[in-house]
């Protein structure tokens, strides 16, 4: 069983940065996507930001971005930690949620939740005005 855990959410101004962290309970990782959703009240969970622990996508490369967040997120990961990490810049109101990072094994390009194995608990980010 794969442990995901989270940290790294707040409370930071509009324009402001967070990074997020989810760290891996298992040595090797290298076949997996890991991929970070929110989820704001009344809304369906998104996909955000999505990154392969290797190689890369045929479509997408080695990492994705969801239009709303592209040129202001970004993935990336440390193998020696088993960490992936989204860096999240020029934050605005709306970024506002409750964000989860999820591994599907298969390494998958997907935007599905349901094609998601393992999940972290979730880390509040709040974007005051």
């Known amino acids: 069983q794969v442990q995901l855990v989270e940290s790294g959410g707040g409370v930071v101004q509009a324009g402001g940065s967070l990074r997020l962290s989810c760290a891996a309970s298992?040595?090797?990782?290298?076949?997996?996507?890991v991929g970070w959703f929110r989820q704001a009240p009344g809304k369906e969970r998104e996909l955000v930001a999505a990154?392969?622990?290797?190689?890369?996508?045929?479509?997408?490369?080695?990492?994705y971005y969801a239009d709303s967040v592209k040129g202001r997120f970004a993935a990336s990961r440390d193998n020696a930690k088993n960490t992936v990490y989204l860096q999240m810049n020029s934050l605005k109101p709306e970024d506002t949620a409750v964000y989860y990072c999820?591994?599907?094994?298969?390494?998958?390009?997907?935007?599905?939740?349901?094609?998601?194995?393992?999940w972290g608990q979730g880390t509040q980010v709040t974007v005051s005005s």
């Open positions: 999820a591994a599907d094994r298969m390494g998958r390009f997907t935007a599905s939740p349901n094609d998601y194995d393992y």
């Open positions: 990154i392969r622990w290797s190689g890369s996508w045929s479509v997408h490369g080695s990492a």
């Open positions: 298992i040595a090797t990782f290298s076949t997996y996507t």
